[in-house]
């Protein structure tokens, strides 16, 4: 048996992962220059070049960055983070005449075209998965929340789960792939579950169930390391934490900081619920699937599953019935504000919506697409 201890976290506190492609100011194309920028902001900070810069690292893909926060117990401590980690990228980027973009694909760049970070498991990665492994041209934003106890993991990790179209459906913006319109909201999320081991977490009964899973996937070569389980929500054992993987790359901080809140705020309304000796529900398998797929295809118009009896609801229609519902424990988190931008996100339109209309309003303009993300990201 694989024994995997749960480390020790703070209820509640929160970390986030936001990853962020390199453009090109000229042609709007991905470039691959994110050793140089790495190599630039350790010299700045006199980090040792054989040492990762603490919040600024490497990705899969050499035109990827990933800017992660400490431990945090507020949304807006964990934005302050990002907000300064990001103009700190930025101040060696600009001089480069390169631009920061996050959404959840590019939308005209060549997929396969894309040169690797020169990392073991990258390589490994690659070599095993071939065709589909060089299609990974996707970005992400990855929300931590701690859990003071191992045996809420998995539970909050099947909740987390029942909430996997609104994650998808409020963030979902990568409509267009290799110059294309895939006719979904969000190609990355079909894309990504095509590797071994990604897409939606399997259903355990006990963390010993899962601790003989992982055994399984090491004994059997699926895996060398537990880290590679790429699920869309899986516990952290190392931080002690659950991590929601759902949404594609958003290039608003004030959409990270809305998803960050409903994320703290469900895992905390969850926790809660499990203290007071409730069960969080279970949805069926194909009904995780469906809504997964339905999410993925119709965005912010998908009508969702909501439980194991059937009954379905517009994804923004409970979306807004979750917000007023989870205003209390916002509030008690110091989120509501937050929260709210959920809201105002499903007003505004989401990633693949505005993406599609510029793309519209431009004639067919794909550089204008990718300027109007960096333009975003600029205003961070």
């Known amino acids: 048996m694989q024994k995997i201890e749960f480390a020790d976290s ?4 929160i970390g986030v992962e936001w990853e962020i492609a390199l453009v090109n100011r000229e042609n709007a194309d991905l470039c691959s220059v994110a050793e140089k920028v790495l190599d630039k902001l350790k010299e700045d900070a006199g980090i040792p070049a054989d040492q990762e810069h603490p919040t600024i690292k490497p990705e899969l893909l050499m035109n990827t960055v990933e800017v992660v926060t400490g431990v945090h117990r507020t949304v807006a401590d964990a934005a302050d983070e990002l907000r300064a980690n990001v103009r700190r990228l930025r101040e060696v980027t600009d001089p480069m005449g390169v631009d920061l973009y ?48 191992r045996e809420k993991a998995l539970p909050i990790t099947d909740g987390l789960i029942n909430y996997q179209p609104h994650f998808q459906a ?10 294309e319109d895939t006719g979904y909201a969000s190609q990355r999320a079909l894309m990504f579950q095509q590797l071994p081991t990604a897409g939606i977490p399997f259903h355990f009964d006990s963390w010993s169930e899962y601790e003989a899973y992982v055994a399984d996937m090491l004994h059997t070569g699926v895996i060398d390391d537990i880290s590679e389980i790429r699920w869309d929500v899986r516990p952290v054992n190392r931080l002690g934490t659950v991590e929601m993987r759902i ?27 499990l203290e007071a000796g409730y069960k969080i529900p279970v949805m069926p ?14 965005g912010l118009d998908a009508i969702i599953i909501l ?18 519902r989870l205003t209390p424990v916002a509030e008690q988190l110091g989120c509501r504000d937050e929260l709210q931008g959920i809201i105002r996100l499903i007003e505004r339109g989401a990633g693949y919506q505005i993406q599609r209309q510029i793309f519209a309003t431009t004639g067919g303009d794909f550089k204008a697409v990718v300027k109007d993300n960096v333009a975003q990201m600029n205003a961070v």
């Open 307 to 324: 439980n194991a009896q059937g009954d379905e609801m517009l994804v923004t229609d409970h979306l807004r019935n979750e917000v007023k």
């Open 285 to 298: 398998a194909w009904h995780r699937v469906e809504n997964k797929w339905r999410a993925a295809r119709y």
């Open 10 to 13: 703070p209820q509640s506190t």
């Open 170 to 179: 409020l963030s979902a913006s990568s409509p267009y792939w290799g110059g």
């Open 247 to 273: 949404c594609d790359g958003m290039s608003s901080l004030e959409d990270i900081s809305a998803i960050t809140a409903l994320t703290q705020c469900l895992v905390h309304d969850m926790s809660l619920s």
């Open 102 to 149: 996050c959404a959840g694909s590019h939308p005209f760049a060549a997929p396969t075209s894309q040169p690797v970070t020169d990392k073991e498991r990258y390589a490994n990665l690659i070599d095993r998965t071939q065709w589909w492994g060089r299609q990974m041209v996707i970005y992400g934003i990855h929300v931590h929340v701690g859990l003071d106890d």
